[in-house]
C-alpha cells in the first residue's frame, strides 16, 4: 500500500532555501572527506584541517587554557587561551559563540567545542574569527573536528 504525500517536493516553495541546503550539504561532504583524509594523523592534522575549512585560526586548548596546537602558528595569544579557559569552565558541553569583549576577556569572537575523552571534558577546540562572522560550515567543521571519531586520546 503506497503512502500519498500531502505536500509538494522539499523546497518546492521556496527555491533558494533549497539552494542553501545543497550548498551546505557539498560543503559537509567536503568537510568529511578532509577529516577522513586527516584521520589517524594526530590532534594537530585535525586542527590544521579546522583552520584550512575555515580560513579562522584553529587552536586546541586543554582544560587549563594551556596551548596544545593551534593553525597558524601563534595566531591565538596564550593570554587569550587562558581567558577562554575561564570563560568556558562554568558552560555547558556544546558548541557555543562567545563574544569578545572585556568581560570575556578575548580580542575576537570564538566558537568553542568542548573536547570529551570517557565522558569528561579535557579542553576545547576553538576558532576565532578574523575577518569573517561564522557561518553554517563553521559549526559543521567545528562539530565534525570535535567528535570523538576524529579527536581521539591516547
Do not use: Y
Request: hydrophobic content about 45%.
Amino acid at each position: 500500500m503506497a503512502t500519498r504525500m500531502t505536500s509538494g517536493p522539499v523546497g518546492h516553495d521556496d527555491p533558494e532555501g533549497l539552494r542553501a541546503a545543497n550548498r551546505l550539504l557539498a560543503a559537509r561532504l567536503v568537510i568529511e572527506e578532509r577529516f577522513a583524509a586527516a584521520s589517524g594523523r594526530g590532534l594537530a592534522a585535525a586542527v590544521r584541517c579546522c583552520h584550512e575549512l575555515t580560513g579562522v585560526p584553529a587552536a586546541l586548548v586543554d582544560g587549563d587554557g594551556r596551548m596544545v596546537c593551534q593553525f597558524p602558528v601563534d595566531a591565538i595569544a596564550q593570554g587569550s587561551a587562558l581567558a577562554l579557559a575561564r570563560t568556558l569552565k562554568s558552560r555547558e558541553d556544546t558548541a557555543a559563540p562567545l563574544p569578545a569583549g572585556p568581560a570575556a576577556g578575548l580580542p575576537r569572537r570564538v566558537l568553542a567545542r568542548p573536547v570529551l575523552h570517557d565522558g569528561q571534558r579535557i579542553g576545547w577546540l576553538i576558532l576565532e574569527e578574523r575577518g569573517t562572522t561564522f557561518d553554517p560550515q563553521s559549526h559543521v567543521v567545528i562539530d565534525r573536528a570535535g567528535s570523538p571519531r576524529t579527536l581521539v586520546m591516547p
